[in-house]
């Protein structure tokens, strides 16, 4: 939906889970996905918890999550849940409850929905804190409550109809806003990861339309280096010769194109893993954008994921004119009144109907979110100028003073920058990788107050692990990207070492490329291989990759001896302190970026100086020809990466080595 239509609405929290029906025949619970299987066995604490609400017969409709510490919905933490079939789920499941077609021998589907809710609300009335939950609803204009569901890191909002009757198909009475565009897809094949790894490189995707397969582009991000390779090891065994659609509709996509670069081919499989995937939008020719791996969806047939599409306000009809209940108004009174009566009916035997009657009217006489809701408790309208692009009604990215100059030498402005970024997203992940990330940004541009930030709240570090994520911090007016030398699940072991050669006062260009050959060729004595980037300033970055076998504090030692080595052998060239004054006429092989939580501009990000200059991975046989650090910017990076034959560092990300033989040359313990 792109916009909040007219009409009355409840507002629910979109919740990120698995839905899911629960069966009661004869005080006996059948838990049953939306695909029609019984999970009863796999999910027993909450057969036992819809059973203790003592209900002869009935069929409850919810949806199954994992919360984080701060009450919201995560997906990864319910795949990991209930990820193996035959594994039992752990008890920190928890069962929202949001409508109620069935119960005790009464047809409550042509019952108004505000009705329904009633009778669930009173059943629910005693399940706080226990696995079961009433899904509440907000009093909160759905424009404020999506911008603060989006805020919270939700997936979105549901509004219905409160006159409504239950079915089972889509309809209009359901829809649903999103922070961001997400749904399933089937995988229609795969590629391997570049390094040569058994590992999943990306995944291919598409949707059925009708009886037809249709290509939908691909995703390369989103999960971990243990999931790539149970993926990478569950779609081998799946794979076929061809494809089961048009082969030419790939050859045409945005992803033969990197194809060549990224050196994946295409492995297809039968079409019967489906996943969920986030992204930013659709391309006109009907491929996902920007797209993050959010999971795989065990509970949904392939067969039954078809292309989604944001349906314009003015066409979802009032609700005077909607398809309304079946049952005239005295009949869905009747119904629901005589279900009501029902549900104390079956709790009188265990409670006192007076005490009873006075907790249900205390539920409903209640406005705040109860705890049956943490997922919301704390949501808050967001002001306007801190409203997040995801947050934006139409769940597109929306860039606020687009036209802002931030750079006033070459008069680039806010949404160039954007651009840049959106154009080198698939050459800048793999550098963003899971590191923690500092950035610089500039709110009123690289010539006013530039703000260095490491942290989200508190010691929180910032990851940006998909485009998305990239593309909200440049909203955020976030010009430069500075990476740690670990990833986000070892920090304390550093996957990179980085000798930053930064050119003090009078020092040619000419002279900082000689410098790199001498380091390289200092590297290569020790036993390591390296890799050179442009810094986007005055200097550049000579990169070497390593094992994830030592701490920071030894790499650190090994880096600080080699330029100790470089200065004391060539005292004319380098300078191995650091300071202004220390490096006039020479160089600085800066060391200290190799400390734990240093940083260093990442590849392709984009600088906060005059012209914009860009961090740019090159190979070592360009270097002769390179007249400047900041020669590729925000305005011709991307014309080089459009003739690029191949990635200069694509042997980078294969390679194994440690400090090992370079600390005993240096005599390093």
């Known amino acids: 939906m792109s916009a909040t239509p007219p009409g009355e609405w409840i507002a629910e929290a979109k919740f990120d889970g698995y839905r899911l029906m629960a069966r009661v025949d004869k005080g006996k619970v059948r838990l049953i996905t939306r695909g029609g299987n019984d999970w009863t066995d796999r999910l027993g604490t909450l057969a036992e918890a819809v059973a203790g609400l003592g209900l002869d017969n009935g069929w409850l409709d919810g949806e199954i999550v994992v919360l984080r510490d701060d009450g919201a919905p995560d997906f990864n933490l319910l795949q990991n849940a209930i990820g193996h079939p035959k594994r039992r789920a752990p008890a920190d499941l928890v069962y929202f409850l949001f409508d109620v077609p069935f119960l005790n021998g009464h047809d409550l589907r042509e019952v108004p929905l505000r009705d329904r809710r009633a009778v669930l609300r009173a059943l629910m009335a005693e399940q706080e804190d226990g696995p079961l939950r009433f899904s509440e609803d907000f009093a909160v204009p ?182 309304g209940a079946k049952a005239g108004k005295s009949d869905a009174a009747s119904a629901a009144g005589k279900a009501g009566k029902a549900v104390k009916a079956d709790k009188a035997a265990k409670a006192e109907s007076a005490e009873k009657a006075r907790k249900v009217e205390k539920v409903e006489k209640m406005e705040k979110p109860s705890r049956s809701a943490p997922a919301a408790k704390r949501a808050s309208p967001v002001a306007k100028d801190q409203r997040s692009a995801a947050a934006a009604p139409s769940g597109q990215l929306r860039i606020t003073h687009p036209d802002r100059v931030i750079d006033p030498s070459t008069g680039h402005t806010k949404i160039e920058l954007v651009r840049y970024y959106e154009s080198v997203i698939e050459w800048m992940q793999p550098h963003l990788g899971r590191r923690p990330v500092a950035i610089v940004r500039a709110p009123d541009g690289i010539e006013g107050q530039l703000f260095f930030q490491k942290h989200v709240e508190g010691d929180e570090l910032i990851v940006i692990p998909d485009a998305a994520a990239l593309m909200q911090m440049t909203q955020m007016n976030a010009i430069e990207f500075h990476t740690w030398n670990a990833q986000d699940d070892r920090l304390d072991r550093a996957d990179r070492l980085i000798v930053d050669l930064d050119p003090g006062e009078g020092v040619a260009f000419g002279a900082v490329v000689e410098a790199a050959r001498i380091t390289r060729a200092l590297l290569k004595e020790l036993g390591l291989l390296s890799w050179l980037k442009t810094s986007g300033g005055k200097g550049l970055h000579v990169v070497v990759p390593l094992d994830r076998r030592h701490d920071h504090a030894t790499v650190k030692a090994f880096s600080q001896a080699v330029v100790r080595h470089l200065a004391e052998t060539f005292p004319k060239k380098f300078s191995a302190k650091s300071g202004p004054r220390n490096r006039v006429g020479k160089i600085f092989p800066d060391y200290l970026r190799n400390g734990e939580g240093q940083t260093t501009a990442c590849a392709f990000s984009a600088r906060a100086r005059p012209g914009l200059g860009v961090s740019m991975p090159i190979d070592w046989d360009e270097l002769g020809e390179l007249k400047r650090a900041d020669h590729w910017t925000i305005a011709n990076a991307r014309d080089r990466l459009s003739f690029q034959k191949q990635d200069p560092w694509q042997d980078y990300w294969g390679t194994r080595q440690t400090l090992t033989r370079g600390l005993k040359l240096l005599g390093l313990p």
């Open 142 to 323: 759905p424009e404020e409550m999506l911008a603060a569901a989006c805020q919270m890191r939700l997936e979105g909002l549901i509004l219905k109809r409160p006159d409504s009757s239950y079915v089972s198909a889509r309809s209009d009475a359901w829809i649903k806003l999103k922070c961001q565009q997400r749904q399933e897809f089937v995988v229609v094949g795969f590629t391997d990861r570049s390094d040569g790894a058994k590992a999943l490189g990306s995944l291919l995707l598409g949707y059925y339309e009708g009886r037809a397969l249709r290509y939908a582009g691909r995703v390369g991000t989103g999960w971990s280096l243990k999931l790539a390779g149970e993926l990478h090891r569950q779609l081998a065994a799946l794979e076929v010769k061809q494809p089961h659609f048009d082969e030419a509709t790939i050859a045409r996509s945005h992803w033969a194109k990197l194809s060549g670069r990224s050196g994946g081919v295409a492995r297809w499989v039968k079409p019967t893993v489906v996943v969920e995937v986030a992204f930013a939008e659709w391309t006109p020719d009907g491929h996902v954008r920007h797209a993050s791996f959010q999971g795989v969806r065990v509970d949904k047939a392939p067969r039954d994921v078809g292309r989604e599409s944001a349906k314009p306000a003015e066409e979802v009809k009032p609700a005077k004119e909607a398809k």
